[in-house]
């Protein structure tokens, strides 16, 4: 009945992603690699859990 109100968890991981991947670009252009690399590597993660979720959807 109430289920219009629920979140979707993948929407909120792709959104999470997106807003990653956009941070690490701006970190590129400003020229810090370190931290370019640093945002990357969370938004893999995050890219991983989305896959997980795919995957236990389609089952």
Do not use: C
């Not at 959104?15 to 938004?43: C, F, N, P």
């Amino acid at each position: 009945m109430f289920s219009i109100f629920k979140s979707d968890p993948l929407k909120k991981l792709n959104k999470r992603y997106e807003a990653k991947l956009e941070e690490a670009m701006h970190l590129q252009r400003k020229g810090d690699i370190k931290g370019y690399s640093m945002v990357t590597a969370e938004a893999e993660k995050i890219a991983v859990e989305i896959k997980a979720l795919e995957s236990t959807a389609k089952s």
